[in-house]
């Protein structure tokens, strides 16, 4: 029996009326059983198996008791007459009639004998059709029928009315034989208030009940909802599919249904018969995603919505970008051709673009924006950037709910469930800082992933179950259904719109070709693709469907499909035209006037008055305005006095020295965002940027949020513990405006490798590959400071591996040289050792003419270090960032008799100036301190060297000899001494993007250049050319190609492909040119190479760095 049932018939036992009754009048328990229904209704969790005794149809049915007792009192039994006479019982705002379905069950009372009280039977007949509606509801999903090949979905089962029913033993459990009889068929029942299937009708004949039951949550919609935790969402989402007549479209709507399908289809057909031997993810046997998408964005649009972002995979993309968002058609079509890009870029495949479109949305009559964000292949990577944005384009338009600019995901049905990072996606969905109030995400489910079954890839029973964990509904549709499908697409914007929380729709279609269009799938899938080769593709069936009820006919059907044929081929010829790609074109964030009128290679100053510095340092030490009512905890009142002094000295250490950075840019009107892990009081508990009242919950105070009257928003945000999704989720936000400072923080440098594919995949390459600019700063807590392996290292030399400044190229000298090298490089990497720095670096973020991503290495011990202070002097007006800073002690006096100078960079400098003053000798070394590591100051480091010119040249680091700086800077530092270097390898140039651009007629990614034309030789030579070739004197012929074994440039056509050099054309160091061994050189102090990144033990770590410091400080 149901749960319910037993508790109830439990309280009507003989015993049981007695306890029941006197614990129903004792006003602390009726209390206790309002309490226990309340936290029973949001303690929910699961299937109604889980469910406890007081929750959902109980609690509807003591309402049900309760309306029957107001009508008639002798209705009901003695315990809930004395229960209701005692005035003890309130209805639950929630639980609140939401329906007319309130005729006493007494009404019902079917046993025959005339009575004012129910028999038991009539009640647990009742009771029992309210459990098997319950359980249609929680699990009628499983036997619904969703596949379009049939290969899943479950026979009909004959029942004991004789009806064939899908709802089988998994749906209705222990009602499965319905406990009624043939007899009971026609019997009318009352229906809960939990329901809408009777529509005005508040009672229903059973078999009524069962059919409607089965047609709404067994036919090809299978609604997951009753894990959701709030009642009205249930009521909302119930009425929503339950209500007869949901599923009616009018002939109009029905047309066009089937001409957005026909396009969707069309435009596969068209590119398949033009470039039949491409990849292009197409979306055959999952084409109603498209008339699906427009739903989504036809009901948003009418419901206030006027932008919305897009994140997508592979598959489907190209459709999206063209009968979604009408990206010309052309402009796709010249993607195919393989054509050279007319603007700045590496570019990326075509199913990779993003897009940005703004439009009128025909059906709606109101303007709207369309973004697709670009994606690397990394399945899912996108999701957070795309939250990101969103959440900023709501910011700047002051949408606080959500209301204007909405997101929507899609997925495929294999990463959605594999990839973890949309698990982290998920976790940001109600974060206060985090929300963007609503995503919808859609599954092109073709229940299959490349290769790989359902069964083998996910122990979850559907792809869609990781949405259950922040209690999204989710509706499953048969994508062979169109009217289904528009259902529900229309009911998931309308979720989104009334209760701004995220929903997904699962469109379950199939996939009709291979993985791409060149694959085999019977290698691996033969029954499933002989199933599909037979089956009729979605808009054949629809079309059958409408010409057979007459909604059209044949000749329109035809006579639509030859139009946008038409409209294909005149935008192929068209395309044919073009000479050129221009990846402008497929920009998804443009910054409209951003670039206009600036000069390129100016910097703004990044020293600010004196008189700033000190209002900001004043307000940042002091406590709220009304101090004496909010109790600040005594160790912050000792810091913020500690702050006060150090504003009074003029000095800032590395807290005061960012909040001057922060708090002046906001009095610039730059909106500031710091985001990461505990980042409020800072993991170092250095920061406080938000003081807590401590005996007021939740009231706080942020000091930089009140510098100024007229500053712009600072935002600092705790965030959940996820690197990967925060940081993309950070990308994404500062991808929208250029005018903010955005900063996402490790809790140590380390942890961010758990976000490699956002590092790898949009932050160093995001500009080779897009043309997307992003001004993200990457805060690293970095330092070996003892703390065992882990928390030591942020993994400098990885980022530095990546940036793309060539190290054997010194750029040509000019009071530009700085500026011209941040603007070609990809990211600058920095470890500043003073808050002047800091402060001056975090500005200059800003004060660029463009956009580069900030690695930044940031300390852990020296954020309390006495010496690691900045006297305001070096943050005012006239003070600028450093790359370099140089000794300022004796050694620099007297230069030409030092002996050695140690070049480092970050918090050893300490430990080394330390060491020296021990040794005494500050007159014999120099310590100079690489600030910017990359791009690398070739320029100040060779002054450096000419200064000392007899000296010999070290670098010292903490970090082992395979890690930190050593192995970016040792080939920089001899191109900077010598101005070349000799070059013992065959040089392969650095890019910094890890991207070529694919022909047309071959689609792997070979590596070569774009110098094909008769001026080659004034241009870079293609790698493998000068490694293997030999058809100029100077370049390098290797012993492979003069045995003739293996000539590479034989079996790879390099024509067409391109690479990017960073080095101009016919530059004299050009690669492959032998030098002399000549001029200085720099040797190595510090730890020897390691296997983890750091030392095993405090012990040893401090013999290390001592071994180091004896070496570093020697002469
Ligand atoms: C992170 C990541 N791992 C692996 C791949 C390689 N890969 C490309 S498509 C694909 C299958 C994707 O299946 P599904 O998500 O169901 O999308 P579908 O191609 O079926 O539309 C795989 C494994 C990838 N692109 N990204
Ligand atoms: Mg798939």
Redesign the pocket.
């Known amino acids: 029996m149901h749960r319910a049932h037993t508790a109830f018939s439990l309280a009507l036992s003989p015993m049981a009326h007695k306890n029941f009754a006197t614990w129903l009048l004792s006003s602390n328990s009726s209390q206790k059983l309002i309490k226990a229904t309340a936290a029973a209704a949001v303690r929910t969790y699961n299937s109604a198996a889980a469910e406890p005794f007081a929750n959902g149809s109980t609690a509807s049915y003591v309402e049900e008791m309760y309306n029957a007792w107001l009508r008639d009192p002798s209705s009901v039994h003695t315990s809930w007459d004395a229960y209701f006479r005692s005035n003890s019982y309130v209805s639950p705002p929630n639980l609140a009639p939401v329906q007319a379905n309130t005729l006493p069950l007494s009404a019902f009372n079917l046993g025959g004998a005339v009575s004012a009280a129910p028999d038991s039977k009539t009640i647990d007949d009742h009771l029992a059709v309210q459990a098997i509606i319950r359980s249609y509801q929680s699990r009628g999903h499983l036997a619904s029928d969703l596949d379009p090949l049939g290969i899943l979905t479950r026979e009909k089962t004959v029942c004991k009315d004789g009806l064939a029913r899908r709802a089988n033993e998994d749906v209705l459990r222990q009602h499965s034989g319905f406990l009624f009889g043939e007899q009971d068929m026609e019997r009318q029942f009352k229906l809960p208030s939990t329901t809408f299937i009777g529509g005005d009708e508040a009672s229903l004949p059973l078999k009524e009940i069962l059919n409607r039951l089965e047609n709404v949550y067994c036919n090809k919609i299978g609604v997951e909802f009753m894990f959701i935790n709030s009642l009205e969402q249930c009521n909302w989402i119930r009425k929503r599919f339950e209500t007869p007549g949901v599923l009616n479209f009018t002939p109009e709507e029905k047309r066009l249904i089937l001409a957005r399908l026909t396009r969707a289809t069309g435009f596969e057909a068209f590119l398949a018969k033009k470039y039949s031997s491409e990849k292009r993810?197409g979306l055959e046997g999952?084409e109603i995603m498209i008339p699906a998408l427009k739903e989504i964005i036809d009901v948003s649009t009418e419901l206030g919505v006027e932008s919305v972002i897009m994140g997508m995979?592979?598959?489907?993309r190209l459709n999206t970008l063209a009968n979604v968002c009408r990206k010309p058609l052309n402009q796709i079509f010249t993607q195919f051709a393989g054509l050279e890009a007319a603007d700045d870029g590496s570019g990326d495949v075509k199913y990779h673009l993003g897009t940005y479109i703004e439009r009128l949305n025909r059906v709606t009559n109101k303007n709207i924006r369309l973004a697709v964000v670009a994606n690397p292949?990394?399945?899912?990577?996108v999701d957070p950037v795309v939250q990101g944005k969103t959440r900023a384009e709501q910011f700047y338009r002051g949408d606080q709910e959500g209301k204007k600019v909405m997101s929507i995901l899609i997925?495929?049905?294999?990463?959605?469930c594999?990839?973890g990072v949309v698990y982290e996606t998920m976790h940001l969905s109600d974060l206060p800082d985090y929300t963007t109030h609503g995503t919808i995400h859609v599954v092109?489910?073709?229940q299959?992933?490349?290769t790989?079954d359902p069964r083998f890839?996910r122990s979850s029973p559907y792809?869609t179950d990781v949405a259950r964990v922040v209690n999204a509904p989710i509706f499953h549709v048969n994508a062979d259904d169109p009217e289904a499908v528009m259902h529900v697409c229309k009911v998931a914007a309308e979720w989104r719109a009334t209760f701004h929380k995220d929903c997904v729709i699962d469109l379950v279609g199939y996939?009709r070709n291979g993985?791409n269009e060149i694959d085999e799938p019977m290698f691996t899938q033969p029954l499933m693709y002989q199933k599909i080769r037979k089956h009729k593709n979605c808009l054949d069936l629809y079309a059958d469907k409408l010409i057979a009820e007459g909604t059209v006919t044949g000749e329109e059907v035809k006579s639509v499909a030859a139009k946008y044929e038409n409209i294909c081929e005149e935008a192929f010829a068209l395309a044919k035209t073009e000479t050129h790609v221009k990846y402008k074109d497929w920009l998804d964030s443009p910054w409209s006037g951003f670039f206009e009128g600036k000069d390129p290679l100016k910097v703004a100053p990044t020293g600010v008055k004196e008189e700033t510095l000190i209002h900001i340092g004043n307000r940042f030490s002091s406590p709220p305005p009304n101090a004496a009512e909010f109790v600040i905890h005594k160790g912050l009142m000792r810091v913020l006095a500690a702050r006060k002094a150090m504003v009074d000295e003029k000095v800032a250490d590395w807290a005061l020295g960012e909040a001057m950075a922060f708090g002046s840019l906001l009095k610039e009107g730059i909106h500031v965002r710091l985001s990461g892990q505990d980042v409020e009081r800072g993991t170092f508990s250095h920061r406080h940027h938000v003081l807590h009242h401590q005996l007021v919950d939740k009231a706080t105070y942020n000091s930089l949020q009140h510098m100024y009257p007229d500053q712009a928003p600072y935002s600092v945000s705790n965030s959940s513990l996820s690197e990967y999704a925060v940081l993309g989720f950070e990308h994404g936000y500062s991808m929208t405006n250029p005018n903010a400072l955005v900063l996402w923080e490790a809790q140590f440098g380390d942890f961010s490798n758990t976000a490699q594919?956002i590092i790898d995949q949009f932050i160093s390459s995001g500009q080779s590959k897009w043309v997307r600019q992003s001004g993200l700063v990457m805060l690293l807590p970095h330092g070996m400071e003892g703390m065992g392996p882990e928390h030591s290292s942020c993994r400098l030399e990885r980022f530095l591996q990546m940036s793309s400044d060539d190290p054997d190229y010194f750029p040509p000298e000019s009071d530009e040289f700085a500026i011209r090298q941040l603007h070609d490089i990809n990211w600058i990497v920095a470890n500043c050792t003073t808050p002047a720095n800091y402060y001056h670096i975090l500005r200059r973020q800003i004060a660029l003419p463009f956009r580069k991503p900030l690695i930044l290495c940031t300390p852990k011990s020296l954020l309390r270090h006495p010496e690691a202070k900045s006297p305001f002097s070096e943050m005012s007006e006239g003070s600028e960032f450093l790359r370099i800073i140089p000794d300022r002690g004796p050694a620099a006096d007297n230069a030409s008799n030092v002996k050695k100078v140690v070049f480092c960079t970050g918090r050893v400098y300490y430990d080394l100036t330390k060491a020296r003053t021990e040794k005494q000798l500050e007159k014999d070394i120099a310590i100079v301190r690489v600030e910017q590591v990359s791009p690398f100051p070739f320029d100040l480091v060779k002054e450096q060297a000419n200064l000392y010119k007899n000296a010999e040249l070290v670098w010292a680091q903490e970090e082992h000899k395979n890690q930190g700086c050593w192995t970016y800077v040792q080939p920089r530092f001899l191109t900077a001494l010598n101005h070349s270097r000799d070059i013992s390898q065959s040089d392969e140039q650095s890019t910094f993007s890890n991207t070529t651009t694919t022909t047309t007629t071959d689609n792997t990614n070979h590596e070569s250049d774009t110098d094909s034309d008769s001026n080659s030789d004034k241009k870079s030579k293609p790698w493998l050319s000068r490694m293997f070739a030999s058809d100029k004197g100077d370049t390098v012929a290797t012993a492979t190609s003069a045995t003739g074994e293996f000539n590479a440039a034989k079996h790879f056509d390099l024509k067409n492909v391109r690479h990017d050099f960073n080095r101009p054309a016919g530059d004299a160091a050009a690669p492959g040119v032998r030098k002399t061994k000549t001029g200085r050189k720099i040797s190595y102090t510090g730890r020897a190479c390691g296997a983890s990144t750091a030392t095993g033990s405090k012990a040893q770590h401090i013999r290390e760095l001592n071994a180091l410091l004896n070496d570093a400080i020697s002469t």
Request: aromatic share 10%.
């Open positions: 993810f999952c995979p592979h598959r489907g292949s990394h399945l899912e990577a997925h495929g049905d294999a990463a959605f594999g990839q092109a489910n073709n299959i992933g490349f790989t890839s792809c996939r993985h594919a």
